[in-house]
Each structure stands twice: as structure tokens, then as C-alpha cells.
């Protein structure tokens, strides 16, 4: 296969699954939403995470970024900043494509999916600390709130999706070195 036609192939990828991403992450209901952002949705974040694995680092973080993009520009995106909005949007979602370092490796989907919602939580605790310090209770440390508020809803939507790609990685419905 030529590498323009390869390229086609992963862009056209990409392009299916960020849609999938959005029907999964921002059409179908929340298991639970945040006040001022933040959600848990039925395996949003496995769409981009097995794409990140299956096409590599660069596709992934692309991909990533891009849905963060389209995310930022849906209704009900909590934006008070453009640094804010950098942040919360392509960066973290963006970097989900972090999951595409783990590709070669025999527990590669799993340890992917951490290092991709870690790579997300990492990004909205930094943008948490230093823009959204003023809904921290009084007495509260920013850097406390941050990490609780981030985390709560981070730490099911990395456990949901664990349990999903392993389905999928157990069933060998998806073949991640096409």
C-alpha cells in the first residue's frame, strides 16, 4: 500500500472515530455530570484510546486534539479563558493519544489507557488550580479541590474503560496492529 493511500486510510480512521467519540462522550446521556464540567459517559474515551493504540502516538494525539476541538465547540462547554479553554479541551482530551506509547507491549491497551486519562487528568487539574480555585470550599486548598473534583469523575471513567478494552482486547474484537 502507498503511503498516501495508508495516510487516507488512518485520516478516514480517525475521522469514524471521532465521531464515534462524540455520539458516545456528548450525544448518548452521562452516567453523571459535574456542575462546572467534568462527566462520566458509557465508555466515551474508548474510541480514541484503542485508535491511539492501534495507529500510534501521532495519530492518537491528533485525533485526540480534534475531538477536544469539536468537544469545545458543542453546547455546554465551560469555558473562562482561552488558556483555560486550551487546557481543558485539546490538551486533555488530547492527550488520550498518550495511550499510543503503549502500542508494542503485551499489557500495552491497558497501561495506554492509563497513561491517557492520567495524561487528561493531569491537564484539568492544572487548569482546576489556577481557574476554577474560587469554587474550592473556604479552607480549601485549590490543589486539594483540584485533584478531588478531577479525580472523582476521572477514576470511574479510567475504571470503565479498563473494563472495556479489556472486553474488547479479551473477545479479540479489536485487533489493535492492523
Keep these: 500500500m502507498s503511503k498516501l493511500s495508508s495516510n487516507t486510510k488512518i485520516l478516514a480512521e480517525g475521522?469514524?472515530?471521532?465521531?464515534?467519540?462524540?455520539?458516545l462522550k456528548d450525544v448518548l446521556p452521562?452516567?453523571?455530570?459535574?456542575p462546572q464540567g467534568g462527566?462520566?459517559?458509557?465508555?466515551?474515551?474508548?474510541?480514541?484510546?484503542?485508535?491511539s493504540l492501534?495507529?500510534?502516538?501521532?495519530?492518537?494525539?491528533?485525533?485526540?486534539?480534534?475531538?477536544?476541538?469539536?468537544?469545545?465547540?458543542?453546547?455546554?462547554?465551560?469555558?473562562?479563558?482561552?488558556?483555560?479553554?486550551?487546557?481543558?479541551?485539546?490538551?486533555?482530551?488530547?492527550?488520550?493519544?498518550?495511550?499510543?506509547?503503549?502500542r508494542k507491549y503485551p499489557y500495552g491497551?491497558?497501561?495506554?489507557?492509563?497513561?491517557?486519562?492520567?495524561?487528561?487528568?493531569?491537564a484539568h487539574f492544572v487548569s482546576g488550580v489556577w481557574f476554577f480555585a474560587t469554587y474550592?470550599?473556604?479552607?480549601?486548598?485549590?490543589?486539594v479541590y483540584s485533584a478531588i473534583y478531577n479525580g472523582s469523575y476521572l477514576i470511574v471513567e479510567l475504571i470503565v474503560s479498563e473494563v472495556v478494552m479489556a472486553i474488547l482486547v479479551w473477545r479479540k474484537t479489536l485487533d489493535l496492529f492492523l
Excluded at 15 to 23: E, G, K, Y
Excluded at 92 to 98: E, I, P, W
Excluded at 109 to 122: D, E, H, Q, W
Excluded at 136 to 143: E, L
Design 15 to 23: 475521522s469514524v472515530i471521532i465521531a464515534l467519540t462524540v455520539i
Design 109 to 122: 491497551p491497558y497501561a495506554g489507557v492509563a497513561a491517557g486519562i492520567s495524561g487528561r487528568f493531569l
Design 30 to 34: 452521562p452516567i453523571f455530570r459535574l
Design 54 to 102: 492501534r495507529r500510534g502516538l501521532r495519530a492518537g494525539l491528533e485525533a485526540s486534539a480534534i475531538y477536544g476541538l469539536v468537544n469545545m465547540a458543542l453546547p455546554g462547554s465551560f469555558i473562562v479563558d482561552p488558556i483555560q479553554a486550551l487546557l481543558d479541551y485539546p490538551i486533555a482530551f488530547g492527550a488520550l493519544g498518550l495511550a499510543g506509547l503503549f
Design 136 to 143: 474550592a470550599p473556604a479552607g480549601t486548598s485549590p490543589i
Design 39 to 51: 462527566s462520566v459517559s458509557l465508555a466515551g474515551m474508548v474510541p480514541l484510546l484503542w485508535f
